[in-house]
């Protein structure tokens, strides 16, 4: 295939939309990781609601409705962290949830721009 020429018959550089997206990949990526809790069948209410007070910050309120919100849509945000203190806090959660016998899932996720 003949390489690209301008008008004065000069060779051109091709651009792609892909190399204009990989440009600056690392720039793109958020700083912040959303720890979100995953629902499931067996793990008690009130087991989650510890633990959004105590590994979270939550108050008694705002713990019930994040649960609530995780038991009827299936996953919800617990907290917004740097990416090491995300991860440090969603391990805790569930060594804790394992160490009690529960099934309970804590995953990170980059957060949404
Ligand atoms: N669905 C659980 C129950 O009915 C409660 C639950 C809520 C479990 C949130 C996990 O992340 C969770 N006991």
Known sequence: MQAPEDDQ???QEEHHES????ATPDLARP????????????????F???????YFGLDLDRATDVMLSVHYQGKGVAGVYPRDI???KAQQV???ARAQGHP???????QAI
């Not at 190399?19 to 990989?22: G, N, Q, R």
């Not at 700083?31 to 009130?46: A, G, I, Q, R």
């Not at 989650?48 to 105590?54: D, F, P, R, T, W």
């Open 94 to 96: 569930n060594r804790h």
């Open 19 to 22: 190399d204009v997206a990989t």
């Open 31 to 46: 700083p912040f990781y959303v720890v979100v809790l995953f629902n499931d069948d067996y793990t008690p209410m009130e």
């Open 9 to 11: 018959g000069n060779p």
């Open 104 to 110: 309970l899932l804590c995953q990170i996720e980059p």
């Open 48 to 54: 989650v609601i510890e633990v959004l007070q105590q």
């Open 86 to 88: 995300a991860e440090t």
